[in-house]
């Protein structure tokens, strides 16, 4: 039985939080069609993150949930229940692209998600660990959505210096383009550094 009192690694630990509701501060949304991702159900499989950039506290320990397929049907149930949400985030507490392809929770779900009628993996990441996809068939990267921040130069190599570079990060979104994967972009965070404007113009121009 879920104890709210229980918390932290713990918690995560014994998969109480596998999947959580997110409100975004709209605790008394009423559901409906219209409803694309906030409120939303989220997918929390991992928590922490090696990038360990400078403004991030989800460094340090990380736990990993190693039984994704006991995951599965209960994923199929929430989206099942819930017929409104169309994308489900993959880890906001983690980096979900650089444990693969050694985890195998980003196939798993990708392969799920591509036996559903409407329903599609979502997934923001800083990483440039993508070549793991050319094994996902090409169902499974249809229904995949990745989200990359976009950082300048500065920012990227030295604030976040752990993660893929701004370059690199372009580059994996060309190649996920190129396999089928639906790319997005965002300019988050965004840290004023000196000269942060010009950067972040220079984005993919060079």
Same mark, same amino acid.
């Given at each position: ?6 918390g932290g690694p713990l918690r995560a630990a014994y998969g109480h939080d596998a999947l959580t509701?997110?409100?975004?501060? !709209?605790?008394?949304?009423? =559901? ?13 499989? /991992? ?9 991030c506290g989800l460094g340090g320990i990380i736990t990993v949930m190693m039984n994704v397929e ?9 989206? !099942? ?12 507490? *983690?980096?979900? =692209? ?5 985890? $195998?929770? &980003? ?19 800083? *990483? ?11 169902? $499974? ?12 130069? /500065?920012?990227?190599?030295? =604030?976040?210096? =752990?993660?893929? /570079? !701004?370059?690199?990060r372009l580059e994996a979104a060309a190649k996920c383009h190129e396999m089928g994967i639906t ?9 004023? &550094? &000196?000269?942060?404007? *010009?950067?972040?113009?220079?984005? $993919?121009?060079?």
């Open positions: 039985e879920d104890d709210p009192q229980a509701w997110f409100d975004s501060g !709209m605790r008394d949304v009423t =559901l409906c069609t219209d409803h694309i991702r906030r409120p939303a159900w989220r997918i929390h499989l /991992t928590s922490g993150c090696p990038h360990k950039c400078f403004y006991e995951y599965i049907p209960h994923l199929h149930e929430l989206a !099942m229940a819930n017929p409104w949400e169309k994308t489900f985030l993959f880890e906001d507490d *983690s980096e979900a =692209l650089v444990l693969e392809p050694q985890y $195998g929770a &980003v196939p798993a779900l990708a392969e799920f998600f591509a036996t559903t009628d409407d329903r599609y993996l979502l997934i923001h990441s800083k *990483s440039a660990n993508v070549d793991f996809f050319e094994d996902v068939s090409q169902a $499974g990267r249809e229904r995949t959505i990745i989200v990359w921040s976009l950082t300048g130069r /500065t920012q990227s190599e030295q =604030l976040e210096a =752990l993660s893929a /570079t !701004m370059e690199q790319t997005r972009f965002k300019y988050k965070p965004i840290v004023p &550094v &000196v000269g942060w404007r *010009s950067e972040e113009r220079r984005v $993919g121009k060079e």
